[in-house]
């Protein structure tokens, strides 16, 4: 999961260290498995930072409630990143637009636009701060599975190296990460051993 970035004020009022409050809470609710009740507390925020005419936080809100929607509704979860991306670039507003065209990326993966999905994610890539590893994380672990679904293996597994050294960094357990990379391991022997056989036939026609 990306870090949900609310650090993004030079001045907090009341409003905003409300809603910065509401979506930390959010957020443990989000990882706990509670969605309806993340949801609503990003509703919540979401009205009243449009009634406050407050675009950024409307924006990152966005970004943050299509992140919980991908768990309740795809369609909703769907229109509400393309919203924050949209809004993000009219504001040029980084931290939302990184939220958005991740899980867009992803999103487009798994429906096997896998073209789109690594443009995306090649995108939200370049938009990671440095020192904010675990947004790395999350963008490389989705970028690895575009590259794989492409049948770029050697590439998904630099990557997923790359995931597996953030993980030791961070003390992320590295179980799933590794068993993905051992996967790949595997799934590239029968590829290589199949153009052994084919140069061998080559060579052998010559």
Same mark, same amino acid.
């Given at each position: 999961?990306?870090?949900? @970035? ?6 907090? @009022? ?16 989000? %990882? ?6 993340? =949801?609503?507390? #990003? ?30 509704? @795809? ?9 924050? *991306? ?9 931290? =939302?637009?990184?939220?958005? *065209?991740?899980? *867009?990326?992803?999103? =487009? ?14 995108? !939200? *890539? ?13 963008? #490389?672990?989705? #970028? ?31 179980? %799933?990460?590794? %068993? ?6 595997? =799934? !590239? ?18």
């Amino acid at each position: 999961m990306m870090e949900w @970035n609310v650090d993004f004020e030079t001045s907090l @009022n009341e409003d905003r260290r409300r809603w910065t409050k509401q979506t930390l809470k959010a957020q443990v609710f989000l %990882e706990q498995g509670h969605y309806a009740d993340a =949801a609503q507390q #990003l509703w919540e925020v979401l009205t009243e930072a449009r009634h406050a005419k407050d675009r950024r936080w409307e924006c990152i809100t966005l970004a943050h409630q299509g992140s919980v929607y991908r768990y309740i509704r @795809n369609g909703i979860c769907q229109k509400l990143l393309e919203e924050a *991306l949209e809004l993000s670039e009219e504001l040029d507003f980084v931290p =939302a637009k990184l939220i958005a *065209l991740t899980e *867009l990326g992803e999103t =487009a993966c798994l429906w096997g636009k896998l073209d789109k999905a690594r443009e995306m994610l090649e995108q !939200a *890539l370049s938009l990671v701060e440095p020192g904010r590893e675990q947004d790395r994380r999350a963008v #490389l672990l989705r #970028l690895a599975m575009a590259y794989e679904g492409k049948g770029e293996v050697e590439t998904a597994k630099s990557l997923l190296d790359e995931v597996l050294q953030i993980d030791a960094r961070l003390g992320i357990p590295d179980h %799933e990460d590794r %068993e993905h990379r051992q996967r790949l391991d595997a =799934a !590239a022997e029968p590829l290589e051993a199949r153009r052994a056989v084919l140069s061998g036939v080559a060579a052998g026609s010559l």
